[in-house]
Structure formats: C-alpha cells, structure tokens
C-alpha cells in the first residue's frame, strides 16, 4: 500500500509539474477486490488530495474497449477483445464497433504466478498444470460469451500482449508504433515461452522490453493468452497499445467538452 501510494503521488506531482489541471485517478481489480480497499481509498486521499474512481469489471471491459476500437479504427465486423491484468482478466464481445458482451473474470497473473512459483524456471509439468486451471476457468467464465460465434478479430490488450510483442520483434528498447497492431502468431508465443519458462525471473528481467515487475507474472500472462485464442479458434492475436487508460480519457473529455 505504501509504495503504490508514494508511487500515485509522484505521478500526480509530475502530471501537476507538467501543466495538467486535473488528474484522474482509477483503479481496478486489485483495489476492487480488496477487503480494506476503503483504508486504501482513504490512504491516497490524504496523501495526495484526490479521490480515487474505483471501477466495475464490467465498466473496465467498456473503457478498454473504447480505448482499443480508438487505436484501431479499421477494425469492422465482431470482434473479441481480452485484457490480462494482475487480478482479473476482461473478455469484450463488440459487433459493429458496439459493445455486445463483456465477462470480468477472476483470473489475473498475480495470483498465478504465487501458486505456480513462476519466479523460478517453471517446469513443463508445472506449467501444463497451469495451462489446464486456465482453459477450466475460461471454459466456465466464458460459457456465455458468444458460445456459436466466431468473432471477426482476436485482439489483445495490456501488458502481458503488448511486452510478448516487443519481445517477438526483438526490439533493444519499447516501442509503442512497432508495438501497436502487431499480429502476434500462436507459434511465435510458443517459443517465447519454451524461451522464458526455462529462465528464472532475475534472468528475464535483463532481457530488453521486459521489466522485473513483470518477469514473473509473464508466464501466466502467456497461459491466458494461449488459452484465450484456442478457446476462440484464432491461429494468432492483433495486438493493441490502446485500451483502458485511453478509455477513461476518451470518455473523460468527451463529458467535458462543449
């Protein structure tokens, strides 16, 4: 609580240094889920005088949804769109650029990483383990979404897509042009896992584009993502720079402007 405290502080200070007016604040899974999110809530108010919008699963899935068709206005047709976070993962079932269906599930990379020790090197047992609770849970939380449809487009969004990109195209340092749009193919993702589960997370963490923070939790990220395009037939993924944060600002300005 404390480091992410001090961390919103800091970007309000520079957000404040840099000129902005206003500064919005939104949190999502972890805070949502948490049995002392209000001590939380109140934490950062006192810290840093704002309040903090906790956001709905089901609001998430329609910010990040927005943000996406944003980042990709020539996507048309039906398209599913899935965000990985740390403590819940979004399915969007969107038909002619309009929200149809969304599912928040609780399904995010932290708590998968603790149980399947993915800091260390996660063995191909370990990982097939993994891999089987994942396809469970979707099987389960997405028995609704769109069951006889296949969707036009399969488009990822965040951090775990977004890095697997970068990591692909073995960029020496993040790009977001390289980055955004990019089709990420189920065998590509293959190998970069058989690549990262053979590493432990201090030895990911040097690779370029992926930071310690995420040298872990990488490894469920791919499990969810893998599952997410065999659930849906896809042979591979589009991936999207845009999403939830550009969400909340398109939607912000748009309740703003004149």
Do not use: W
Request: net charge neutral; hydrophobic share 45%.
């Amino acid at each position: 609580m404390a480091r992410t405290i001090e961390t919103v502080a800091d970007f309000c200070r520079t957000a404040e240094a840099l000129g902005a007016r206003e500064v919005l604040i939104v949190a999502t899974s972890a805070v949502r889920d948490a049995r002392n999110r209000q001590e939380f809530l109140d934490h950062v108010e006192r810290s840093v005088g704002r309040r903090v919008k906790v956001v709905p699963g089901e609001e998430e899935a329609r910010l990040a949804l927005l943000g996406t068709l944003h980042g990709l206005p020539g996507l048309s047709g039906s398209l599913l769109l899935f965000d990985i976070g740390g403590g819940s993962t979004e399915f969007i079932l969107a038909r002619e650029r309009r929200l149809a269906a969304a599912v928040s599930l609780r399904l995010g990379v932290v708590a998968l990483a603790e149980s399947y020790r993915t800091a260390d090197p996660v063995s191909p047992a370990c990982y097939a383990l993994m891999e089987r609770e994942v396809r469970a849970r979707l099987a389960t939380g997405l028995a609704a979404l769109a069951p006889d449809t296949r969707p036009d487009h399969l488009v990822g969004t965040a951090g775990t897509v977004t890095t697997l990109a970068a990591l692909d195209q073995e960029l020496l340092s993040y790009d977001p042009e390289r980055v955004h749009g990019y089709v990420l193919g189920r065998d590509r993702i293959e190998r970069l896992r058989e690549r990262l589960t053979a590493l432990p997370a201090s030895v990911r963490a040097e690779l370029p584009c992926l930071p310690a923070g995420r040298a872990d939790v990488i490894i469920p990220g791919i499990a969810i993502c893998l599952a997410a395009m065999e659930r849906f037939g896809f042979p591979s993924v589009r991936v999207s720079e845009f999403g939830l944060r550009e969400g909340i600002l398109i939607e912000h300005v748009a309740a703003i402007a004149p």
